[in-house]
């Protein structure tokens, strides 16, 4: 039952973070840059994590061996979050978010090389999955480009929050910071990303319209506190790589929420994409039963097709 909560967790956390371009574009249209819309975003996400300390009863106060690790968090996941919502002035929203989650398998691979966890058969077949249905979800039409510029803002991104969610599992300092206190600190450090670049000359924008400062909220509770409290949640239950494996579930809430609320239309392409990426969800949560079938279809090749010499 723990596990199970720990992969609703990982879902709901990869659902809410994908709706951060329904939310950021029409802003972008209000005249906001990037910078602008995440420090709001941030700031108002901060009195809400308070509120929800205050109602929980939870020590605001922060130990000396707590502030490094949480300022790298919040630091990590600022630029995280700002080279994202940069990318979406060079390439299709969609497309960038759909980039945006090979940082499953970087964090397989950091987890793998740096803490030797071991690499499970499923994990494989659950990336061929991966890969297959966000190549689908890229290119819907069969000719989308990509901007180079665009690609590398997303592969930063990526790679930061990759090493963010390993952060966060395997630091012991941080491992003792309840969710809600670890998320308010990180918000707060995070806004000291968006201040500097303000002070080092970067225009602080508003929005134009009432909407703007709904669609500004939005994106603090939904993508943000929700999302971020899932994700930390998760990684404490079910650790970091099935976390972000199912991260991969965003670009099928963006699909969904561009036909719900965007009136687009589904491609075939899409379809498939969206059933593969479900796909190797479900393998990870079936592991364990997934490598004992791997394992016992492996007995039925000879040996030397599997161990090459």
């Known amino acids: 039952m723990g596990k199970f ?19 950021a574009i029409p802003l972008y249209e209000m005249g906001m840059n990037p910078n602008s819309v995440l420090l709001f975003r941030y700031g108002l996400g901060i009195p809400i994590l ?8 939870i020590d605001y106060r922060i130990h000396s061996d707590e502030i490094i690790p949480v300022f ?12 994202l919502f940069e990318s979406y002035n ?17 964090v397989a691979v ?6 030797k966890e071991h690499f499970k058969a499923s994990l494989i077949l659950c990336f061929i999955f991966m890969i297959g249905g966000l190549i689908l979800l890229m290119r819907p039409d069969g000719n ?7 690609f590398l803002l997303v592969m930063v991104s990526a790679l930061t929050y990759a090493i963010y969610i390993v952060l966060v599992n395997a630091s012991k300092a941080i491992s003792r910071i309840p969710t809600t206190k670890l998320l308010f600190y990180v918000l707060i450090f995070g806004c000291s990303v968006f201040i500097f670049k303000i002070m080092v000359g970067t225009e602080l924008t508003f929005p134009d319209r009432g909407i703007g400062w709904y669609n500004l909220v939005a994106l603090a509770v939904i993508p ?7 994700t930390s949640a998760a990684i404490h239950i079910i650790g970091s790589t099935p976390t972000a494996i199912f991260g991969a579930l965003e670009p099928v809430t963006a699909v969904i929420l561009s036909i719900a609320f965007l009136g687009q239309s589904i491609t075939p392409n899409e ?8 796909v190797a969800t479900t393998i990870v949560v079936t592991s364990n039963s997934v490598d004992k079938f791997i394992l016992h279809v492996r007995k039925f090749f000879p040996r030397h097709l599997i161990h090459k010499k």
């Open 5 to 23: 909560k720990g992969y609703l967790l990982a879902a709901l956390a990869a659902a809410a973070y994908g709706t951060n371009p329904a939310f």
């Open 271 to 278: 379809i498939v994409g969206g059933l593969l990426i479900v």
């Open 50 to 57: 308070a509120i929800l300390m205050a109602i929980r009863k």
């Open 224 to 230: 943000t506190v929700l999302s971020l409290a899932c």
């Open 110 to 115: 950091i987890m793998t090389f740096f803490f």
């Open 72 to 83: 790298i968090l919040g630091v990590l996941m600022a630029v995280s979050s700002l080279t």
């Open 144 to 150: 989308a480009g990509l901007s180079g510029f665009g």
């Open 90 to 106: 060079y390439m299709n929203s969609g497309v960038a978010s759909t980039l945006l989650f090979v940082y499953p398998i970087m």
